[in-house]
T-cell receptor, first 112, second 114 residues
Framework: AQSVTQLGSHVSVSEGALVLLRCNYS??????LFWYVQYPNQGLQLLLK??????LVKGINGFEAEFKKSETSFHLTKPSAHMSDAAEYFC??????????FGKGTLLTVNP | DAGVTQSPTHLIKTRGQHVTLRCSPI?????VSWYQQVLGQGPQFIFQ???????GRGNFPDRFSARQFPNYSSELNVNALLLGDSALYLC?????????????FGPGTRLTVL
């Protein structure tokens, strides 16, 4: 069964600093990978997704993620954090069974 | 275009009651999925429906059921509510059932069971 692990339930950065949110997946076959963001009292919004092809994926709001098969990782980065980036971020994997498997989420706090 | 809509936004029930949650997908989307998000956790898959047929089911008891209507809207029903059913219930729609299809999420229904 697929599983997704997000290291760090809470990450705090200063405005303008690098954002790094970690995600590892467990699967015998590389899955399709997604990063979603959830603002308070809202649903999930897709930031980016990896299906096939280029392993460096660019998403919205300046975020990007790199698929590393050897490390079974799909970490999310942004060079310079903005106050509006404060939210909860979820990594998810899609497999052959119609469902998305989510990690437990990482709450990002951006300090002024 | 309108996104995925869900109703109601909030709901309070007592143990043993029944609840029905509703979802309208994005126009043109034929697939609807339901997820349960308990506070502090990631969403957990409950069901996927496509063209009115159940395509996938997560590890949830039979108290949970769903259906999809000819207009592709969907209902999630939960019987004999337990305190542990308190959660945010998310509906997502997509154009197909492939694992790489993007799922668009609604704002959710917050269910509180007392």
């Amino acid at each position: 069964a697929q599983s997704v692990t997000q290291l760090g339930s809470h990450v705090s950065v200063s405005e303008g600093a690098l954002v790094l949110l970690r995600c590892n997946y467990s699967s015998s076959v590389p899955p399709y990978l997604f990063w979603y963001v959830q603002y308070p009292n809202q649903g999930l919004q897709l930031l980016l997704k990896y299906t096939t092809g280029a392993t460096l994926v660019k998403g919205i709001n300046g975020f990007e993620a790199e698929f590393k098969k050897s490390e079974t990782s799909f970490h999310l980065t942004k060079p310079s954090a903005h106050m509006s980036d404060a939210a909860e971020y979820f990594c998810a994997a899609g497999g052959s069974n119609y469902k998305l498997t989510f990690g437990k989420g990482t709450l990002l706090t951006v300090n002024p | 275009d309108a996104g995925v809509t869900q109703s109601p936004t909030h709901l309070i029930k007592t143990r043993g009651q029944h609840v029905t949650l509703r979802c309208s997908p994005i126009s043109g989307h034929k697939s609807v999925s339901w997820y349960q998000q308990v506070l502090g956790q990631g969403p957990q898959f409950i069901f996927q429906y496509y063209e009115k047929e159940e395509r996938g089911r997560g590890n949830f008891p039979d108290r949970f059921s769903a259906r999809q209507f000819p207009n592709y809207s969907s209902e999630l029903n939960v019987n004999a509510l337990l305190l542990g059913d308190s959660a945010l219930y998310l509906c997502a729609s997509s154009s197909g059932t492939a694992e790489y299809n993007e799922q668009f999420f609604g704002p959710g229904t917050r269910l509180t069971v007392l």
